[in-house]
C-alpha cells in the first residue's frame, strides 16, 4: 500500500486546475469525512433569459445580445440525459452571421463551470482587479468593462459541462456517465452540435478555447467532431495546456515532470529575490533553466542512484542556484522536488508561501514547519474575486434564476474521474499515463487547415509553460503542419488574463490566430 504522503500527492496531481483545486490539508478532511451533500431536484425543462448590452474593444462600440439558456440532451429514444447551461453572447448589427465566427470556451477542473474564462479572459464584462492582478479592495469586488473582449471578432459561448454551474444529469441518469475523459468529451460535443444547429451556425468558422484541463477536452473535441459529426474546427486555443499528463504528475518512478517544471521554480525564484544577482533579467534565466532541464539535469536524473561524488555535487549546486532552494534542502529531496513542496519550501525563510496558479501570489500559514502550503494563495483571489460576482451576474444582469446550486467546481462529486481512453486503437488508460496530444495530432493531419495556439504563463506551477512546450515537441506531427502551431508566453500565470498588460497581449494573440486560422488561398 502506497504511503500517505505519495498518496496524497497522487491524488492532488490528478486534481488540476482551471477552476477547481484541491489542497493536501482540505484532502485529509475529505479523506476524513464528507458529509452527504443533500440530494437535488435536476430542472429538466429547457428556459433561457436573453438581454442586450453593449462594451467598447479596442475603441469601437459593440452590441450584443447575451443569452443565458439550456439545452437538453437526449439518447437516441429522445430520453433526457443532461441539462447543459451556457451563456451566449452574439454581435449585433452583422449583416451575415453565418459566416461569423463562433468560440466556444470552458475551463477546466475536471468539475469547473466556466468561470474564468468568462469574466476574465473573453467576456464583454470582467473582475476588476489591479494592473498586477491583484485585488484592489476586499471581495467580492465589481464588474467593468473588459476592454480586451474577443466579442468584436467573434461570438462566444461559454459552456458549463455536466455537474458544473447548473448542468446536471436528468433524473434518472448517473454523475459517472459524465465524469471522465470520454464522457466528458461526447457531452460537450453533442452540446456544440445543437447548439450550431438550434442557431443556424453550422456555415461559420469554429473555434474552441479551452483552459487546464479544458485543453485536455479541447484535444479530444478536435478528433470526436471531426469523426461524429463532420465538424472540422478552424483553430483550438489551449490555455495554460495539459494534454501529456506523464509531464505532470510527480509519481514515484516518473522523472519527467522534475526538469520540466524547473525553469517555472526559476522564475519564480527570479521574482521573489531568490536568484544570484548575476541573473538580471527573467529571460536569460529561463534560458539556462531550460538548457540545465533537458541537458545535465536530465541526464543526472536517468542515472537514479548511480549518480554519485563530483557530479552529483555539481547538479546539486546548479539546481540550487536555479531553483532558489538550497544545496540542503534538495540532498534531502534526492534531486526531486515536487510543486506542492516547492511552493512551501521557497520563501519558508520569510515565513510565507507561493501560489501554484501564479506563483507571483504569496500567502501565509498556521506555521513555517509543514511540508505542503494550508492554501493556494493565488487560488484563493481567483475565487473570492470571481464567483459572487459570476452569480449575481448571471441573476440580476442576465435575468436567469434558478434554486438550483451553481456549482463553479464540482468538487468531490466528480471523483475518481476517468482518464480511461475507451478508443481501441488508442492505448491509453491502465498502466500508462493519459496522453491525448494523439486527438489534437490526428486531427491536425485529417485538416491540415487547423491552427492551434497555445497560451502559456512563466508562472504558472499548476501547467507549466515548458511541459507543455515538450508536449508540443514530441506530437510527431508531419513537418509541414508544424507552423500551424503558435506558443505564446505571458509574465503572469494559469489565468494570464488577470494581469493587464498580459491581457491586452492576449487578445492580440488570439486576434492574430484567427486571422491566421481564416487565411485562404489563391
Not at 452571421?97 to 468539475?111: C, E, I, L, Q, S
Not at 507561493?354 to 494550508?374: A, T, W
Not at 485538416?447 to 504563463?457: A, D, M, R, T, W
Request: net charge negative; hydrophobic share 35%.
Amino acid at each position: 500500500m502506497a504511503d500517505s504522503r505519495t498518496l496524497t500527492l497522487t491524488l492532488i496531481a490528478a486534481c488540476l486546475v482551471g477552476g477547481l483545486w484541491l489542497e493536501p490539508t482540505a484532502l485529509r478532511a475529505e479523506e476524513e469525512a464528507a458529509p452527504a451533500a443533500p440530494e437535488e431536484v435536476p430542472e429538466i425543462e429547457e428556459r433561457s433569459s436573453t438581454t442586450e448590452g453593449s462594451v467598447v474593444i479596442a475603441g469601437q462600440r459593440v452590441d450584443y445580445t447575451a443569452t443565458v439558456g439550456d439545452i437538453v440532451l437526449r439518447d437516441d429514444d429522445g430520453e433526457p440525459k443532461a441539462k447543459m447551461t451556457y451563456v451566449s453572447y452574439l454581435r449585433e448589427g452583422v449583416a451575415d452571421r453565418r459566416g461569423r465566427p463562433v468560440t466556444f470556451a470552458f475551463n477546466g477542473g475536471p468539475g469547473s463551470a466556466s468561470v474564468w474564462v468568462h469574466l476574465g479572459a473573453f467576456g464583454p464584462k470582467k473582475a476588476e482587479l489591479d494592473a498586477e492582478g491583484m485585488p484592489l479592495g476586499p471581495p467580492p469586488g465589481r464588474l467593468v468593462d473588459n476592454e480586451y473582449s474577443l466579442l468584436d471578432a467573434t461570438d462566444l459561448v461559454f459552456i458549463d459541462p455536466v455537474e458544473t454551474g447548473w448542468s446536471r444529469p436528468a433524473p434518472g441518469e448517473t454523475t459517472e456517465e459524465f465524469t471522465g475523459y470520454t464522457n466528458d468529451v461526447e457531452s460537450v460535443g453533442e452540446f456544440i452540435r445543437m447548439w450550431l444547429s438550434r442557431n443556424d451556425r453550422w456555415a461559420s468558422p469554429k473555434f474552441v478555447a479551452g483552459e487546464s484541463y479544458g485543453t485536455t477536452r479541447s484535444a479530444g473535441l478536435a478528433d470526436y467532431l471531426q469523426n461524429t459529426h463532420g465538424m472540422y474546427l478552424n483553430g483550438i486555443c489551449l490555455i495554460s495546456s495539459v494534454i501529456n499528463w506523464g509531464t505532470k504528475v510527480f509519481n514515484i518512478g516518473n522523472d519527467l515532470p522534475y526538469p520540466l517544471i524547473l525553469p517555472t521554480y526559476t522564475a519564480t525564484a527570479w521574482y521573489h529575490g531568490k536568484l544570484p544577482d548575476r541573473y538580471g533579467d527573467l529571460q536569460s534565466a529561463l534560458v539556462e533553466a531550460e538548457e540545465f532541464a533537458l541537458g545535465d539535469y536530465s541526464a543526472a536524473l536517468m542515472l537514479g542512484d548511480r549518480l554519485q561524488g563530483e557530479r552529483r555535487e555539481r547538479i546539486r549546486a546548479r539546481l540550487a542556484e536555479l531553483s532558489g532552494l538550497s544545496a540542503e534542502f534538495l540532498e534531502r529531496s534526492d534531486l526531486r522536488v515536487d510543486i506542492y513542496t516547492f511552493a512551501k519550501e521557497l520563501l519558508r525563510d520569510r515565513g510565507e508561501t507561493v501560489g501554484r496558479l501564479d506563483s507571483r501570489y504569496k500567502g501565509k500559514d498556521r506555521d513555517d514547519i509543514g511540508q505542503f502550503f494550508e492554501f493556494d494563495p493565488s487560488g484563493s483571489v481567483v475565487t473570492g474575486w470571481y464567483v459572487s460576482l459570476l452569480k449575481d451576474y448571471l441573476r440580476h444582469d442576465l435575468g436567469y434564476e434558478s434554486d438550483v446550486v451553481f456549482r463553479h467546481s464540482a468538487g468531490g462529486r466528480i471523483r475518481p474521474w476517468s482518464y480511461h481512453e475507451d478508443r481501441p486503437r488508442l492505448s491509453y488508460g491502465t498502466n500508462a499515463y493519459a496522453n491525448y496530444a494523439e486527438h489534437l495530432r490526428a486531427a491536425m493531419h485529417k485538416n491540415p487547415y487547423l491552427k492551434v495556439l497555445v497560451q502559456s504563463g512563466y508562472y504558472d506551477l499548476a501547467t507549466p509553460y515548458f511541459a507543455s512546450d515538450y508536449t508540443v515537441d514530441h506530437m510527431q506531427l508531419d513537418p509541414e503542419l508544424r507552423d500551424n502551431i503558435e506558443v505564446a508566453y505571458y509574465e503572469a500565470g494559469h489565468m494570464m488574463y488577470v494581469r493587464d498588460q498580459d491581457h491586452r497581449k492576449f487578445r492580440e494573440d488570439y486576434l492574430r490566430f484567427m486571422e491566421s486560422a481564416l487565411e485562404t488561398t489563391d
